[in-house]
């Protein structure tokens, strides 16, 4: 089956702009979807589709997708943004439709 | 307000079953595919099942093909997954998430999950 390759760390400077790339065959097909995880919670859907944020999600986090690459950017990162963030895609490689994650990249703030 | 709750998690010895359930309020539950994801303790997320609208489609994970049965029923906006023959490293949180409707393949309401631990 198909993965998805993150960076497991990466850091920023607080008011900066990080970007977080995922990398994977199936987002040649399907575009990435993305989401945080705080420790001891839950994940939230920040990015789908093209560059969609649900309702509720600040305008500073934005995606891309071209290729077999997609990109998570937060730009202009506050304190609160510090999570693990994890990209998704539906894959249609081997025997029947399915859906991976990333391995999650975690995100510091400093 | 939209949610979704998951329940029946607990320990269970290594060979046995557990039926985990997840109830959702504030949608129309009977238009939304659903799907179960897990994530082992301090590792990443894993897509598990995913259950179709009316049930007529079905998909698992290879980890858990011929295991695991998902199954839902609309009035009483309800998913379900059975898990059988269980093994140490089916120990994790699983997590109900709602998947969005058309072709946009995102999961967009998620619950705050239900430990399942496989131990002798």
């Known amino acids: 089956s198909s993965e998805l390759t993150q960076d497991p760390a990466v850091s920023v400077a607080l008011g900066q702009t990080v970007r977080i790339t995922c990398q994977g065959d199936?987002?040649?097909?399907?575009?990435a979807s993305w989401y945080q995880q705080k420790p001891g919670q839950a994940p939230v859907l920040v990015i789908y589709?093209?560059?969609n944020r649900p309702s509720g999600i600040p305008d500073r986090f934005s995606g891309s997708s071209p290729g077999n690459t997609a990109s998570l950017t937060i730009t202009g990162a506050q304190a609160e943004d510090e999570a693990d963030y994890y990209c998704?895609?539906?894959?249609?490689?081997?025997?029947?439709?399915?859906?991976?994650f990333g391995g999650g990249t975690k995100l510091t703030v400093l | 307000e939209v949610q979704v709750v998951e329940s029946g998690g607990g320990l269970v010895q290594p060979g046995g079953s557990l039926r985990l359930s997840c109830v959702a309020s504030?949608?129309?539950?009977?238009?939304?595919?659903m799907n179960w994801v897990r994530q082992a303790p301090g590792k990443g997320l894993e897509w598990v099942s995913y259950?179709?609208?009316?049930?007529?489609?079905?998909y698992y994970a290879d980890s858990v093909k011929g295991r695991f049965t998902i199954s839902r029923d609309n009035a009483k906006n309800s998913v379900y997954l059975q898990m059988s023959s269980l093994r140490v490293e089916d120990t994790a949180v699983y997590y109900c998430?709602?998947?969005?409707?058309?072709?946009?393949?995102?999961?967009?309401?998620w619950g705050q999950g239900t430990m399942a631990t496989v131990s002798s």
């Open positions: 589709g093209k560059n």
């Open positions: 998430a709602r998947g969005m409707t058309g072709p946009l393949d995102a999961f967009d309401v």
């Open positions: 259950i179709s609208s009316s049930s007529s489609t079905i």
């Open positions: 199936s987002l040649r097909n399907y575009y």
């Open positions: 504030g949608f129309t539950f009977s238009t939304y595919s």
């Open positions: 998704n895609s539906r894959d249609t490689s081997g025997n029947h439709p399915h859906w991976v």
